[in-house]
């Protein structure tokens, strides 16, 4: 739609186009079909429950990096660093606090309850026995019992769903999808936004189709702007919801700053700032009354920084249910 006045697009017209051409492009999600359902499941168990009479808090958890293929039949892509740490950690603290938590993850990153062990666990941690059979090694024992059980625990119990995603396209699908299926939960759905994603991508139908030819000489490719979702999300995909986005910088001047001018743009009820070398240690989180930096527990041996950051998170979105019920 144009502005009458001057035939010149709002900017928020643009960005709706930019949001809309988006998802028209994009490459539809492969079972689909099978995450809606399993979505409607998960959430379907939460609105019929309710624990000490309160209902099911339910946290969508995003975490690792999206990726942005260069070519449709995929070869190559543009990655970023992130693990995954921050959502696997942040979702077993979720659990604890009594949760439900949707852990939307990148293939292949840090998974909750896995985090003590080695990087290739099925070769470290096992030992084939005289009778063929296959022991845990004494050493990985407690790590690979606490994984199983805590991992058994809240999957099977119905707490924790685990959903997927590599690329940006994914990502952005099914977030949306989450969100949208979480309306009903109004301000008990909680998004905590640690996913690394891109911010630039080719778009599905300027890529290339098959594996770009390296003799053809330096390559020229143009990547446009990922529209930013997290104002649609606040404004139309889920309202109610309690939104935490997380704001990354390697400059630590221009970190809080930049953490700011998110939450008043995106209108976000806080923003987690945390800068790449320290974000194991602390993080400021962002609102719009002040801001509060949280630290792990130094004279603890391994603990983290997401203990304290999501016990301080669920008081707030405690605070928020109640301003809004
Ligand atoms: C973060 O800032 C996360 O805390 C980290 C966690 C990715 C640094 P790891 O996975 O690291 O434990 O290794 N995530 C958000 C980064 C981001 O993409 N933010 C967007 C932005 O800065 C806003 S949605 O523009």
Same mark, same amino acid.
């Given at each position: 739609m144009m502005d009458a006045s001057n035939g010149l697009r709002s900017f928020e017209e643009t960005h709706n186009a930019d949001i809309k051409s988006f998802f028209d492009s994009a490459p539809p999600l492969k079972d689909g079909e099978d995450i809606k359902r399993k979505l409607e499941e998960f959430l379907g168990k939460k609105f019929s429950s309710s624990e000490n009479g309160r209902p099911c808090r339910v946290v969508c958890v995003t975490s690792g990096g999206t990726t942005v293929p260069l070519e449709q039949r995929c070869v190559r892509y543009i990655d970023n660093f992130s693990s995954g740490h921050r959502g696997a950690s942040s979702t077993e603290y979720f659990l604890k606090a009594g949760y439900a938590v949707i852990f939307l993850y990148r293939r292949g990153t840090c998974q909750p309850y896995c985090r003590?062990?080695? =990087?290739d666990p099925m070769l470290e941690c096992f030992d084939v026995t005289d009778e063929s059979g296959i022991t845990v090694l004494p050493k990985h024992e407690k790590a690979v019992g606490a994984a199983i059980s805590g991992n058994r625990t809240a999957v099977t119990g119905g707490t924790l769903l685990k959903l997927p995603f590599t690329t940006i396209f994914e990502y952005l699908q099914m977030l949306q999808m989450i969100a949208l299926s979480s309306r009903s939960l109004g301000s008990n759905a909680l998004f905590y936004l640690a996913a690394a994603v891109s911010d630039f991508y080719v778009p599905w139908e300027s890529m290339a189709e098959h594996k770009i030819q390296s003799g053809s000489g330096p390559l020229d490719m143009r990547l446009v702007q990922v529209p930013k979702m997290l104002s649609v999300l606040r404004k +139309?995909?889920?309202?109610m919801a309690f939104c935490i986005s997380f704001k990354l910088e390697t400059?630590?001047?221009i970190l809080l700053e930049k953490a700011a001018m998110a939450l008043k743009k995106y209108d976000m009820h806080m923003v987690v700032a945390n800068e790449l070398l320290t974000r194991k240690e602390e993080v400021t989180v962002v609102t719009k009354s002040g801001n509060i930096t949280v630290q792990r +527990?130094?004279?603890?041996?391994?603990? =983290?920084?997401?203990d304290p950051l999501v016990k301080f998170i669920v008081e707030k979105h405690s605070d928020y249910i109640s301003s809004t019920s």
């Open positions: 003590s062990l080695p =990087d +139309d995909w889920a309202p400059d630590i001047k +527990d130094r004279t603890q041996a391994g603990a =983290d920084v997401e």
